[in-house]
């Protein structure tokens, strides 16, 4: 029981990683039926240009969090304006293949000015485990879990309460209709890039002082959370938290129970089942065409 303990407390806080990241995949999906493979990069630059701000600027965490974030969000932003909204009439493969050739852009970047070394964070606060039986969860862990809980009540409050959250659910619903009413679908998918990217920095800050950084640890995260919007529906932002802490625990307890070696195989194994099973995810409804 103690060791089951551990392995849930680890699947647990990558889990809710992996939901955070696959809450950016699916705000994007909703707003443009894009798949934006270039939102694991955005974690990286989270950690990454925090740890730079705090050790190399002396820039105070909470600041250096705040412009990690921005940095982020511009990123995605520009990455909209400059490559995306000029691919819009292209076909879905190539939209996919302008963000994989925007991830590696941004990967090399940032590995020319940072190297590629391993970055680390202090913890945001005590870094004294706590013991439950003979399991131990590190505090950081808690700063993950309650900003995947943030994430997901401030999701739907801006969804269900705000006036730019409705004009993103009718883009989702029928963006011809939305634009029709006097929507800018245009503004609602430049807005929602931003949001995935700062999304993507915020798991990347929260997480760093546990699993270390680098340049190149965007590329697995992003898999992985898309692998969580997948299974949870990609249409479904909420689907994804359940899908992330799905993958997270399954994976931890793989690697615990089984070989390290297998813990990134369970994902994809996972995603395979489910795209076989049922294709639009487990918490989504399959589409129904009228005719």
């Given at each position: 029981m103690d060791d089951f303990l551990q392995f849930l407390f680890s699947g647990l806080t990558r889990g809710s990683v992996y939901a955070i990241?696959?809450?950016?995949?699916?705000?994007?999906?909703?707003?443009?039926?894009?798949?934006?493979?270039?939102?694991?990069?955005?974690?990286?630059?989270?950690?990454?240009?925090?740890?730079?701000?705090?050790?190399?600027?002396?820039?105070?965490?909470?600041?250096a969090a705040v412009v990690a974030t921005a940095a982020a969000a511009?990123?995605?932003?520009?990455?909209?304006?400059?490559?995306?909204?000029?691919?819009?009439?292209?076909?879905?493969?190539?939209?996919?293949?302008?963000t994989i050739g925007a991830s590696i852009l941004i990967r090399g970047v940032v590995e020319v000015l940072l190297g590629k070394r391993d970055y680390l964070l202090p913890a945001f606060g005590s870094e004294t485990p706590i013991v439950i039986g003979d399991a131990s969860l590190q505090p950081q862990s808690f700063w993950v879990l309650g900003t995947l809980v943030a994430v997901a009540l401030g999701l739907k409050f801006f969804l269900g309460s705000t006036l730019a959250g409705k004009a993103m659910?009718?883009?989702?619903?029928?963006?011809?209709a939305a634009r029709i009413v006097g929507i800018n679908t245009?503004?609602?998918?430049?807005?929602?890039?931003?949001?995935?990217?700062?999304?993507?920095?915020?798991?990347?800050?929260?997480?760093?002082?546990i699993t270390l950084t680098r340049f190149d640890i965007g590329v697995m995260l992003g898999l992985k959370g898309f692998c969580a919007s997948i299974i949870g529906g990609l249409a479904n932002p909420f689907g994804a938290i359940a899908g992330g802490l799905g993958v997270g625990i399954i994976e931890a307890l793989a690697g615990g129970y089984l070989?390290?070696?297998?813990?990134?195989?369970?994902?994809?194994?996972?995603?395979?089942?489910?795209?076989?099973?049922?294709?639009?995810?487990?918490?989504?409804?399959?589409?129904?065409?009228?005719?």
């Open positions: 990241v696959g809450i950016g995949f699916s705000i994007i999906y909703n707003a443009s039926r894009v798949i934006n493979f270039a939102q694991g990069e955005f974690v990286m630059i989270g950690g990454m240009v925090t740890v730079y701000l705090l050790t190399t600027w002396g820039m105070p965490l909470a600041l511009a990123t995605a932003a520009v990455l909209e304006w400059v490559a995306v909204e000029r691919a819009r009439s292209a076909t879905p493969t190539t939209i996919i293949i302008i659910l009718a883009t989702a619903q029928n963006a011809a245009r503004r609602v998918l430049f807005y929602s890039f931003a949001a995935s990217g700062a999304l993507g920095a915020i798991a990347g800050i929260v997480i760093t002082p070989s390290s070696a297998y813990q990134d195989a369970v994902a994809f194994l996972i995603i395979l089942l489910v795209l076989m099973v049922r294709p639009q995810g487990l918490f989504s409804r399959a589409a129904v065409e009228r005719v």
